[in-house]
């Protein structure tokens, strides 16, 4: 049986927080091939399949559950829910120590913008693919590293990443999967068989690229 447990987590930013770690400027959210493209001042969930390209800035309860029931339709059990009360930058900081916990909400933000495709129900072996990518004990160091809350500290201004841009990084081969993306600080992107999905946070370095990179 699929079991989710609902934890002290977020679904995404809320564009009208105050915090400090929040009020930043532009977060830019592009697909790769469909020629769309959004913006917002709050963390991201991006996706594009068959020709569509769904992206989706604030995220409650209505978008968390529509995630979660993709995930049960996929068989993805025991995933841990996030809040859709809070915020997603103070619960990556909260799970920083969990790399499960940490997993399991990236999990949760990246099918967001994909249960919003036309043919999310076809998209079941893709959500596989995801989780195959974010629970395996291969990746666990590096979304630890690029998720780190210390991270958070050294935020930059939007006129400062402009003038000095974060160093991108090429999208490649995600081994020992088969599949292909990037993770950088803030940020994940994963190419799968039939889709292509993101998660960037609000205060990711490379919110002023189209996507976790150039």
Not at 3 to 31: D, E, K, M, W, Y
Not at 119 to 145: C, K, M, P, Y
Not at 179 to 206: D, Q, Y
């Amino acid at each position: 049986m699929t079991r989710f447990h609902r934890t002290v987590l977020p679904i995404l930013l809320a564009a009208s927080c105050v915090s400090p770690i929040h009020a930043l400027g532009a977060n830019q959210c592009n697909c790769p091939q469909v020629p769309a493209k959004g913006e917002g001042n709050s963390s991201c969930s991006a996706s594009e399949s068959n020709g569509s390209c769904t992206i989706d800035f604030n995220i409650f309860y209505d978008r968390e559950n529509r995630a979660a029931q993709l995930l049960e339709q996929a068989g993805i059990a025991s995933v841990s829910l996030p809040d859709a009360e809070l915020q997603a930058a103070d619960a990556l900081q909260a799970v920083a120590g969990t790399p499960r916990l940490l997993a399991d909400a990236l999990l949760v933000y990246l099918t967001v913008a994909l249960s919003a495709q036309p043919n999310a129900n076809e998209l079941t072996v893709v959500v596989r693919e995801i989780a195959g990518v974010l629970h395996s004990s291969d990746f666990e160091e590096r979304l630890t590293q690029a998720f780190d809350p210390a991270l958070v500290s050294s935020i930059s201004s939007d006129e400062d990443l402009r003038n000095n841009p974060p160093q991108s990084v090429e999208v490649g081969r995600l081994s020992p999967t088969e599949l292909s993306g990037r993770i950088v600080p803030g940020c994940i992107e994963l190419f799968t068989s039939n889709a292509w999905v993101m998660f960037k946070t609000s205060w990711s370095p490379h919110r002023l690229q189209p996507r976790c990179g150039e």
